[in-house]
């Protein structure tokens, strides 16, 4: 009869043995040697050098059912829009930031407009709802500040 301890011993032992050999399966897999075969290091244009897969070269895997086709599809069109919105929310609130910082006129304005463009932000679901209403306070407290400033000077 073996003990717990030697028990749990051996399984980690296998475990350890057939990882190594799964990653060294995929590593020929993918075109690495196990070890330099070149002094100066692995050369893919060498005439000795295995064949790189597909899958290392960083292009992307084409979907093989019609319904990963499509949320494929919808994925790059989701990406694109919420990339376009992310970026006009910094735009605005750059822009609230800025012009509290400098006390100019359109202050308040541009401070609408920023929490405007958050709000919508958040409720298309491109940025969480909190993060939004954390970032609409901290311009508010902001320009707070810098219109107590100006009235105290």
């Not at 330099?36 to 895997?61: C, F, M, R, W």
Request: glycine content about 4%; charged content about 30%; overall charge positive.
């Amino acid at each position: 009869m073996v003990s717990s301890t030697q028990q749990t011993s051996r399984i980690r032992r296998r475990k350890e043995t057939t990882l190594g050999k799964r990653n060294k399966r995929r590593r020929r897999a993918l075109g690495t040697p196990a070890f330099p075969i070149h002094p100066e290091g692995y050369n893919p244009e060498a005439a000795d050098a295995k064949p790189v897969a597909k899958a290392s070269l960083g292009t992307e895997q084409m979907a093989n059912h019609p319904s990963a086709e499509k949320r494929n599809r919808q994925r790059i069109t989701r990406t694109a829009r919420n990339r376009s919105i992310k970026s006009a929310v910094r735009t605005k609130v750059k822009a609230a930031r800025l012009a509290n910082e400098a006390g100019s006129p359109e202050a308040k304005t541009k401070l609408i407009e920023a929490i405007s463009f958050l709000d919508r932000a958040a409720s298309k679901g491109v940025i969480h709802p909190k993060t939004a209403s954390r970032k609409k306070a901290r311009l508010a407290r902001a320009a707070h500040k810098a219109a107590s400033a100006l009235l105290k000077t």
